[in-house]
């Protein structure tokens, strides 16, 4: 499957974003699908994913703020991203898996595909 991320852009501190990650080559509706971001300086780290059951999983620092969704007739995942704040700068990456196990969910290197990226800038 080939993933496609985008909607990024530049944002004030409190605005909002869209994310989406369009999945090509099969469908990814069995798939686990993770939102991931790295900000300059800093390690890959866990945003958000949608499990197989349709329940979802939020970093601390998401939580209350970010949405994730699916809409299986278009293949694409989104991330709606509410009150952003200037530490969410970053590139954001979507990944997918069908092998993952629910331990394994908070972790990049248990996902086998990844879109390219999109940045997001928070201006303060």
């Known amino acids: 499957v080939q993933l496609q991320a985008s909607g990024g852009g530049l944002v004030q501190a409190g605005g909002s974003l869209r994310l989406s990650c369009a999945a090509s080559?099969?469908?990814?509706?069995?798939?686990?699908v993770g939102w991931f971001r790295r900000a300059p300086g800093k390690e890959r780290e866990f945003v958000a994913a949608?499990?197989?059951?349709?329940?979802?999983y939020y970093a601390d620092s998401s939580k209350g703020r970010f949405t994730i969704s699916r809409d299986n007739a278009k293949n694409t995942v989104y991330l709606q991203m509410n009150s952003l704040k200037p530490e969410d700068t970053a590139v954001y990456y979507c990944?997918?898996?069908?092998?993952?196990?629910?331990?394994?969910?908070?972790?990049?290197?248990?996902?086998?595909?990844w879109g390219q990226g999109t940045l997001v800038t928070v201006s303060s």
């Open positions: 990944a997918a898996d069908q092998s993952i196990i629910l331990s394994s969910i908070t972790s990049s290197q248990a996902y086998t595909y």
């Open positions: 080559g099969r469908t990814f509706n069995r798939d686990v």
């Open positions: 949608f499990w197989r059951s349709g329940a979802t």
